[in-house]
């Protein structure tokens, strides 16, 4: 897995409630057999026109936040089915940090198998973020997982709670199914009680 | 020291290691698996060299893309589709795990296909790429979905690296008004918590409303558990619970079932357990309820009119905006006067043979309006099988509705059952998404007797009106 450490990017605004991952990216993306290529389907029915044309209107086709390495989102982003689509979508796209007051659980969860930080902010935290999001290009935001810091276009520092499990996974790019593998023993041990104790499972 | 909650227990053991942080390493006792997110961590399995751990507690079904109408045996006819139902046949295979093709009659969506072959037990661990896994909580299992990468991490290792969430309780007193079920009830509780209101919670319902509820009725509750935010939603286990478990296919027999009604009958919350968080809900304040917007909070019983984006406050003012636009609805206007396109009977909330049994008991001896498309999709083939023996796919036909096969079909339009642009669906599903179940469709949220309903009149209908009808006629 790619290392999380410490970015400065392009922050986009979108204060949308509810950002779902449906939107994320809709049910007929998901019949690939791979991982990669979504980006350009990221939000892909707000994003395009019905004639497949990008909507001008829609925030990540403005020029300004083309390059956006960071969302900062409306509350309860990313809720809806458990698809990892939708942070292979936002990856793939080229974000790397999405800031709400709240994520979904599995969202949440998906994010740090790839690469990506969710930061979980209070409400007037996020406000001063999306209005330093709504800045533009000329405003770059910085995350910094290392000392769990958010740094606004203007030098304000914001920090946040992280796991420090997944804190460690993301700095190092590990791999969660290597790291369990070498408790295989433990794994054996609860598997052989089990079967002693709730043989029917 | 306080007592434990369900959730407690049942986490309690299934814990493998527990880290100084509190990160636990959890037992999964039940892998399902479907075709859209498995392939990937099928493949990462490949490339790593690794195999599926306990292939006999993993099984997989194809659900999503499959084709609904009776000549799916002639293959998919979406390339896409057809590789990746494809692949599932040929991971399935490969890796010896539990399965069940499209051509076996007990094919269906994942989460009707799990309890009904006692897959799914009371206290044992439930995961699946999917976020309606919810739904095995009602037999007092802890279920939950899972992404991609954590179904390879399952497969690997037949566990899950999981911090646990927050004990929620929701208590449904009393008892439920005729025309009102387990779908008001849950559609009913997300109105009241939101969507968001269950994030970081895992929910226990309880309360004489939900002990009074079949298996079927605590499975369409648990089911929307997610919606709420709530990764996982349980229901303790009692007699209820025992009697539909024994005797299917891979649940215990003889001494083992004794055996494990044993432990079973330990599953519940103690009296003085702690709980974060805590909403009771009289059941008899619940109405028959439908969705107005593009999210499942946006419910309000029947007899309401469509809200106004000011009548809320903060990010929802710009959200119910959007919504009211994407429907095509208007502030003010009665719920019962919006006129539906298509009704969709089905899904893993409301595809159980109850389900269709409450459709088919307002469908009896009636036709669907003019014009209208209306379908019901079986959750499994053994449902199915179950409609036709005892004659609702009789009452389903000649009332014009379409009998399908069983998958998921139009809840998520993954196959080629969609709405148009505009088109308006009175659905027994799950999710009012934008695009959900279409680009462009209109998705309107409700109990399956309530959809029947709206197939009749045409629009949006309080189910009760037609009962009283039928009592009087």
Redesign the interface.
């Given at each position: 897995m790619e290392k999380f450490e410490k970015l400065t990017g392009i922050a986009a605004p979108m204060?949308?409630?509810?950002i779902?991952t449906?939107?994320i990216i809709?049910?007929?993306f998901?019949?690939?057999?791979?991982?990669s290529g979504l980006g350009v389907h990221a939000f892909d029915?707000m994003r395009y026109l019905?004639d497949g044309s990008e909507n001008p209107d829609f925030v990540l086709n403005k020029p300004q936040y083309r390059d956006a390495q960071v969302i900062v989102a409306?509350?309860?982003f990313g809720?809806?089915?458990?698809?990892?689509h939708a942070?292979w979508a936002l990856a793939d796209f080229g974000i790397k940090a999405v800031i709400s007051t709240?994520?979904?659980?599995?969202f949440y969860?998906?994010c740090f198998?790839?690469g990506m930080l969710p930061i979980v902010m209070p409400q007037e935290v996020v406000d001063v973020l999306m209005k330093d999001a709504d800045k533009g290009s000329n405003a770059r935001m910085t995350v910094d997982l290392e000392r769990q810091v958010v740094t606004t276009s203007d030098g304000e520092e914001f920090t946040f709670e992280v796991?420090?499990?997944r804190k460690h996974c993301l700095l190092e790019g590990l791999d969660?199914?290597g790291?369990?593998?070498e408790?295989?023993g433990?794994?054996d041990s609860?598997?052989a009680e089990?079967a002693q104790s709730?043989?029917?499972? | 020291m306080s007592g434990k909650t369900l959730y407690d227990k049942i986490w309690d053991a299934h814990v493998v290691q527990r880290d100084e942080d509190g990160t636990c390493l959890l037992y999964i006792d039940r892998h399902l698996v479907h075709e859209v997110t498995s392939p990937q961590a099928f493949e990462g399995l490949r490339m790593t060299g690794r195999t599926v751990r306990a292939p006999q507690r993993t099984i997989a079904v194809p659900d999503h893309n499959v084709p609904t109408t009776t000549d799916r045996e002639n293959g998919i006819e979406n390339e896409e589709s057809r590789i990746q139902v494809e692949a599932l046949d040929k991971n399935a295979r490969e890796f010896g795990v539990n399965y069940y093709p499209v051509s076996d009659i007990r094919q269906g969506i994942v989460h009707i296909v799990g309890p009904e072959q006692g897959w799914t037990l009371p206290g044992m661990t439930v995961v699946c790429g999917d976020s309606h896994t919810a739904t095995h909580g009602a037999f007092g299992a802890l279920a939950h979905g899972i992404g991609t990468s954590e179904v390879e991490h399952v497969l690997a290792t037949q566990t899950l690296i999981q911090s646990k969430s927050k004990n929620m309780k929701v208590e449904i007193t009393g008892q439920l008004r005729p025309g009102v079920t387990a779908k008001d009830i849950t559609l009913s509780v997300i109105g009241h918590t939101g969507t968001g209101g269950g994030t970081g919670y895992v929910i226990e319902y309880c309360g004489e409303a939900i002990r009074s509820l079949s298996m079927e009725g605590r499975m369409t509750v648990c089911n929307m558990a997610i919606e709420g935010g709530a990764r996982a939603g349980l229901i303790a286990p009692d007699e209820t619970t025992f009697e539909y478990v024994k005797g299917r296919p891979h649940a215990p027999k003889g001494a083992q079932f004794e055996a494990a009604m044993a432990w079973w009958k330990t599953l519940y919350s103690d009296d003085d357990a702690h709980w974060d968080k805590v909403v009771t809900i009289r059941g008899e304040d619940i109405a028959p309820v439908v969705t107005w917007g593009t999210s499942p909070e946006d419910v309000l019983p029947i007899s309401s009119t469509v809200p106004a984006p000011e009548d809320f406050t903060g990010g929802k003012v710009e959200a119910a905006k959007r919504a009211l636009q994407y429907m095509g609805l208007e502030a003010g206007q009665k719920l019962t006067d919006i006129k539906i396109d298509t009704v969709f009977i089905g899904s893993c909330t409301n595809g159980r043979i109850e389900d269709l049994r409450a459709a088919a008991e307002i469908l009896k001896g009636k036709k669907i309006k003019d014009g209208m498309r209306a379908m019901v999709v079986p959750g499994s083939g053994l449902v199915r099988a179950q409609a036709e023996e005892e004659g609702l796919a009789q009452i389903f036909i000649d009332a014009g509705f379409e009998w399908r096969m069983a998958g998921c079909s139009m809840c998520l339009a993954m196959n080629p059952d969609q709405l148009s642009p505009g088109e308006r669906c009175a659905a027994t599903s799950n999710r009012n998404f934008e695009g959900r179940q279409g680009k462009g469709g209109r998705t309107h949220l409700m109990s399956p007797a309530m959809a029947a309903a709206a197939a009749i009149t045409g629009h949006l209908t309080d189910v009760r009106e037609l009962m009283s009808e039928k009592e009087t006629a």
């Amino acid at each position: 897995m790619e290392k999380f450490e410490k970015l400065t990017g392009i922050a986009a605004p979108m204060p949308l409630v509810n950002i779902d991952t449906d939107m994320i990216i809709p049910k007929q993306f998901l019949k690939t057999i791979k991982r990669s290529g979504l980006g350009v389907h990221a939000f892909d029915e707000m994003r395009y026109l019905d004639d497949g044309s990008e909507n001008p209107d829609f925030v990540l086709n403005k020029p300004q936040y083309r390059d956006a390495q960071v969302i900062v989102a409306g509350d309860n982003f990313g809720c809806g089915s458990s698809r990892e689509h939708a942070p292979w979508a936002l990856a793939d796209f080229g974000i790397k940090a999405v800031i709400s007051t709240s994520f979904a659980d599995i969202f949440y969860n998906n994010c740090f198998k790839n690469g990506m930080l969710p930061i979980v902010m209070p409400q007037e935290v996020v406000d001063v973020l999306m209005k330093d999001a709504d800045k533009g290009s000329n405003a770059r935001m910085t995350v910094d997982l290392e000392r769990q810091v958010v740094t606004t276009s203007d030098g304000e520092e914001f920090t946040f709670e992280v796991d420090p499990f997944r804190k460690h996974c993301l700095l190092e790019g590990l791999d969660d199914v290597g790291l369990t593998m070498e408790k295989v023993g433990a794994i054996d041990s609860f598997e052989a009680e089990a079967a002693q104790s709730r043989p029917w499972v | 020291m306080s007592g434990k909650t369900l959730y407690d227990k049942i986490w309690d053991a299934h814990v493998v290691q527990r880290d100084e942080d509190g990160t636990c390493l959890l037992y999964i006792d039940r892998h399902l698996v479907h075709e859209v997110t498995s392939p990937q961590a099928f493949e990462g399995l490949r490339m790593t060299g690794r195999t599926v751990r306990a292939p006999q507690r993993t099984i997989a079904v194809p659900d999503h893309n499959v084709p609904t109408t009776t000549d799916r045996e002639n293959g998919i006819e979406n390339e896409e589709s057809r590789i990746q139902v494809e692949a599932l046949d040929k991971n399935a295979r490969e890796f010896g795990v539990n399965y069940y093709p499209v051509s076996d009659i007990r094919q269906g969506i994942v989460h009707i296909v799990g309890p009904e072959q006692g897959w799914t037990l009371p206290g044992m661990t439930v995961v699946c790429g999917d976020s309606h896994t919810a739904t095995h909580g009602a037999f007092g299992a802890l279920a939950h979905g899972i992404g991609t990468s954590e179904v390879e991490h399952v497969l690997a290792t037949q566990t899950l690296i999981q911090s646990k969430s927050k004990n929620m309780k929701v208590e449904i007193t009393g008892q439920l008004r005729p025309g009102v079920t387990a779908k008001d009830i849950t559609l009913s509780v997300i109105g009241h918590t939101g969507t968001g209101g269950g994030t970081g919670y895992v929910i226990e319902y309880c309360g004489e409303a939900i002990r009074s509820l079949s298996m079927e009725g605590r499975m369409t509750v648990c089911n929307m558990a997610i919606e709420g935010g709530a990764r996982a939603g349980l229901i303790a286990p009692d007699e209820t619970t025992f009697e539909y478990v024994k005797g299917r296919p891979h649940a215990p027999k003889g001494a083992q079932f004794e055996a494990a009604m044993a432990w079973w009958k330990t599953l519940y919350s103690d009296d003085d357990a702690h709980w974060d968080k805590v909403v009771t809900i009289r059941g008899e304040d619940i109405a028959p309820v439908v969705t107005w917007g593009t999210s499942p909070e946006d419910v309000l019983p029947i007899s309401s009119t469509v809200p106004a984006p000011e009548d809320f406050t903060g990010g929802k003012v710009e959200a119910a905006k959007r919504a009211l636009q994407y429907m095509g609805l208007e502030a003010g206007q009665k719920l019962t006067d919006i006129k539906i396109d298509t009704v969709f009977i089905g899904s893993c909330t409301n595809g159980r043979i109850e389900d269709l049994r409450a459709a088919a008991e307002i469908l009896k001896g009636k036709k669907i309006k003019d014009g209208m498309r209306a379908m019901v999709v079986p959750g499994s083939g053994l449902v199915r099988a179950q409609a036709e023996e005892e004659g609702l796919a009789q009452i389903f036909i000649d009332a014009g509705f379409e009998w399908r096969m069983a998958g998921c079909s139009m809840c998520l339009a993954m196959n080629p059952d969609q709405l148009s642009p505009g088109e308006r669906c009175a659905a027994t599903s799950n999710r009012n998404f934008e695009g959900r179940q279409g680009k462009g469709g209109r998705t309107h949220l409700m109990s399956p007797a309530m959809a029947a309903a709206a197939a009749i009149t045409g629009h949006l209908t309080d189910v009760r009106e037609l009962m009283s009808e039928k009592e009087t006629a």
